[in-house]
């Protein structure tokens, strides 16, 4: 573990206050969900939680099966990481950080469609957006909130209607996996 320096005190409903620095360093918004764990040696650990997460092997395969069929560069990311990328471009944004402007498209909780290449959308931090020439950004919506986002690349060519309704229908499909 990484020391910090920072000292909390608990208050009398047990609550502890993380710092404003930690938290945007680790990009942890209100309302997010923390994972709490113990280790051996008495230490409590915070981790952020993500529903997406734990369908991580599911993603890596649904993924695949979208860039195979729509011959596409297919994400699949919770608001942090990029947790699945399948087709040509998959290198440049496995396990990446998603980019803010990824952040802000999930936040509209709409299907976002761009075929103009001034208006791409960097999926992943330090993109370099010239090469994409079409993308469609699907959040992925729980409980009124966005929990992630289904996004389609294209370098070289125009993504197509059939490839917004993949990506509406796969974003719908891995809600309702992680509400059984």
């Given at each position: 573990m990484k020391a910090t320096g920072i000292?909390?005190?608990?208050?009398?409903?047990?609550?502890?206050?993380?710092?404003?620095e930690i938290r945007r360093t680790l990009r942890i918004r209100e309302g997010d969900p923390l994972e709490i764990y113990t280790d051996r040696e008495g230490g409590i650990i915070l981790k952020k939680y993500s529903p997406i997460?734990?369908?991580?092997?599911?993603?890596r395969d649904f993924a695949e099966a979208l860039s195979a069929t729509l011959g596409v560069t297919a994400i699949i990311c919770d608001r942090d990481t990029v947790l699945a990328a399948s087709g040509d471009n998959k290198r440049d944004y496995a396990e990446r950080p998603v980019s803010g402007s990824l952040e802000d498209a999930m936040n509209t909780r709409k299907v976002i469609k761009n075929n103009d290449a001034d208006s791409m959308i960097p999926l992943v931090?330090?993109?370099?957006?010239?090469?994409?020439?079409?993308?469609i950004v699907a959040p992925i919506i729980m409980d009124g909130q966005p929990i992630g986002a289904i996004a389609l690349a294209v370098r070289g060519g125009m993504i197509n209607?059939?490839?917004q309704k993949a990506a509406e229908t796969a974003s719908a499909f891995l809600r309702r996996q992680m509400t059984q």
């Open positions: 000292v909390r005190r608990i208050d009398e409903l047990g609550r502890i206050v993380i710092p404003k997460g734990e369908l991580a092997a599911f993603a931090s330090g993109e370099n957006q010239a090469l994409t020439t079409s993308q209607e059939s490839a």
